[in-house]
């Protein structure tokens, strides 16, 4: 089956590769709380950093070591599972054997799934952001990356929806805020509702998020 979908599916993923990067890359520049983190801050941004990297130097490879030996040390922090189940899923698209893919896929689903019923009563916040909502965010990205036969779209779209309407969201890093509103709009797009992927690009230009030039090139892009 994977051997099947194969084509389709690095199409797929590298289609939505510039958006991911758009929608999560402003994440790196919010501080890890010292309140709320016993992890170092430098490895998590390193690891980070490997995550969003499409240099193909090996780099989905180093972001999944490197966050799940973040998680070897706090294994029940919802955070790290997270990006440790959202890099390793990403494994997918480094191995042509349809087992492996599989395997990367499934595991890191896994992990996320476990990571939202962790973060669920989870009151800790990364930053300004509370880590429920990373969390969500982290895994609606993932879920709608992946294969259409994994069946995961549908559950993204509700997460991604529910860190939109979640009345903490207005308190979060302008650079959470226009990370959220970047993915809704291109999914918004992707499923052709032009008006509510410019209101949530207006949202982004009028809250001056990092994201504001990147929004407005966008919009140009739905205005016409």
């Known amino acids: 089956m994977y051997i099947t979908h194969k084509n389709s599916v690095t199409k797929s ?96 689903l896994a992990m996320l799934d476990k990571a939202l019923q962790i973060a669920a009563n989870s009151t800790a916040l990364h930053d300004s952001t509370p880590v429920i909502l990373e969390v969500k965010f982290v895994a609606a990205n993932t879920f709608l990356a992946v294969p259409g036969f994994m069946n995961r779209s549908v559950r993204g779209s509700k997460l991604l929806s529910d860190v939109i309407d979640n009345p903490q969201l207005e308190k979060t890093h302008a650079g959470f805020r226009g990370a959220v509103w970047m993915r809704a709009a291109a999914l918004a797009l992707e499923q052709k509702r032009p008006d509510d992927a410019k209101r949530f690009l207006n949202n982004i230009i009028q809250n001056n998020a990092p994201q504001a030039e990147a929004a407005r090139g966008m919009l140009k892009g739905v205005s016409q």
């Open 13 to 108: 993923v590298l289609s939505r590769t510039s958006l991911s990067k758009i929608a999560l890359s402003t994440l790196l520049a919010l501080s890890i709380s010292s309140n709320a983190a016993a992890y170092s801050e430098p490895q998590f941004q390193s690891a980070f950093q490997h995550f969003m990297a499409h240099s193909g130097q090996g780099d989905e490879e180093k972001a999944a070591e490197a966050f799940n030996t973040l998680l070897k040390q706090e294994p029940a922090n919802p955070l790290l599972m997270a990006y440790a189940g959202a890099a390793t899923s990403k494994l997918a698209t480094t191995t042509i054997f349809p087992w492996k893919k599989m395997s990367y896929a499934e595991e890191g």
